[in-house]
DNA sequence: GTCCCGCCATGCGACAAGCGAATGTCTAGC
DNA sequence: GCTAGACATTCGCTTGTCGCATGGCGGGAC
């Protein structure tokens, strides 16, 4: 059973054409031969001349006809390179993937999934952005990504389709000569003392974002972007931060890490987020359920 | 108005692709938003796959979509291509035409028209082939060629059109001293005792033909095939030949040439010969009207 | 916050196109 | 002359396609 899709008129076309009849070519095609005769008319009509010369046993192509040939098996062989790249789209044998992820979930999760995706399809082009959760969403929406990992998408979720992935909970990094470095969990009241090592100047835009809703005022102390640099202040002796658990098994040795009390940073949920739709793409959901598979690794 | 040719749903969906909408889309293309989203549709049906994200202000090409579009350009060019050299065909800009005639219409009809034909329609590639009547036929129903030149064909007119071209007179060739020389017109019987020089062995197959089946016997001489050869047989007195209308011209100037009797040898038919058939190709179309102008001219 | 507007999807009825089955027409070959 | 094969045509039905109308959805203006 051929596809619908190429049951076109040129198809009738070229068989008409290779087989010299229309009764051949309506047997091989599955039509009856009425139907080869008027969709052959059909075309003629179209083109404004005869295409086939009527011949007591078959038929022949015209000028015209011969005219046509090359060209309608041109389109045909056209038609059958893009039926193949879309199936290659369908079953990841190629395509794109545009991912973005905020900077902790690079540490682990995106990075394993990544390598699960690309090990079984090589085929598909992955490009990767990093931003903030806002600035990511923000390029969804624009179409500029097809998946993104964000966290607690409070401001605008509009136009986008959340799947949560995990929740993670906080931990405070300290040094290890320090006197609660040894503690399972830790309520913020007891690091009021310390200074704190933020990712910026405005708490609202940093971990503490919860914490400082909840009215604790941090001692500020250094600001502090870079992770790795975070880590070196602390492992200084400079401060304290606070580390998401995404972030914890890339931390180095010499910092002992704290979990943070629940009621004081309550876990944060971390979504991977893709354009509202109707489907989304097989990369897409590939990709996601390799997402989902990770977390629930990185959770257990 | 566009040619409804190009109204394929490919032609719809690049200007989808390229307006963004389909709404703009369908005013451009003379149709109703909904007929193009139907018939966005029905293209994503066949191929499987959205080719489109409807977003509130307009579309915007998935990445099947992406990948589908210069296919889908291709083929349109293609069949633009197409379009364009079936119209040349049409307008005689481009094209092939193979004709054939007997020997004595070469020597003026079919080169006068020839030449008039080539100079209206230089694109035409044209392609000739000489031989008998009955050979020229047979080719023309091999589809071996567009147009014959032939004479009266009892033979088999089957499956061939005959557009008659003129009537033709037949000349006896005789030398200059010869006493006949200077009349008007002479009778067969008056040459009873001079020697014919015939082109074939066989009476049936040559100019004497309708002679020869109303009863007279001509004394047989050489038998020469060659125009050129029979015209210097005849010049040097050894014997006299038919001559037709046609080739007259093309005497050498020290043969006189004598008109027979029409009771002896009837005005033979010219006719061109094309494939029967419901539409003669353009070019046998035009070529066909040449031949009748020369045609005309010669029998004036 | 509410309204309005643009855009796409869909239900509906009318019309045309496409199909299969049967029949007609033409030709070649015996 | 008759038969067989091949294309054209007619008929009735199914299917598809269009325009018109309506509905849903989101963004921008007031």
Chains 1, 2 share one sequence.
Not at 18 to 45: K, N, P
Not at 156 to 166: K, M, R, S, T, W
């Amino acid at each position: 059973m051929p596809n619908p899709q190429s049951m076109s008129l040129y198809t009738v076309f070229l068989r008409v054409a290779r087989d010299s009849s229309f009764t051949a070519a309506a047997r091989t095609l599955g039509y009856t031969q009425s139907a080869v005769s008027r969709q052959i008319q059909t075309l003629e009509d179209e083109w404004g001349v005869p295409l086939f010369d009527r011949l007591p046993r078959g038929v022949r192509l015209t000028e015209a006809g011969r005219v046509l040939l090359p060209h309608a098996e041109a389109v045909e062989a056209r038609l059958a390179t893009a039926r193949a790249e879309i199936e290659a789209l369908r079953t990841l044998a190629a395509g794109r993937l545009r991912i973005g992820a905020f900077a902790t979930a690079d540490a682990q999760l995106l990075p394993s999934a990544l390598a699960a995706f690309r090990a079984r399809h090589p085929g598909v082009r992955v490009t990767r952005a990093e931003g903030l959760s806002a600035g990511l969403l923000q390029l969804l929406t624009a179409g500029e990504l097809d998946l993104a990992v964000v966290t607690a998408p409070e401001g605008a979720p509009d136009g986008v389709e959340l799947h949560h992935l995990l929740d993670e909970r906080m931990y405070v990094a300290l040094p290890r000569s320090h006197p609660l470095a040894g503690r399972t969990d830790v309520r913020l009241a007891e690091l009021a003392d310390e200074e704190w090592i933020a990712g910026s100047t405005r708490p609202e835009q940093t971990l503490m974002r919860t914490a400082v809703a909840d009215g604790f005022r941090p001692r500020p102390g250094f600001v502090v972007a870079e992770w790795i640099a975070k880590q070196g202040f602390v492992a200084a002796g400079l401060g304290v931060t606070l580390v998401p658990a995404l972030a914890a098994c890339a931390a180095r040795p010499d910092l002992a890490l704290v979990a943070l009390h629940p009621d004081d940073a309550p876990w944060r949920a971390v979504y991977a987020a893709t354009p509202r739709g109707p489907a989304p793409t097989p990369a897409v959901a590939a990709f996601l359920a390799l997402l989902r598979q990770a977390a629930g690794r990185l959770a257990s």
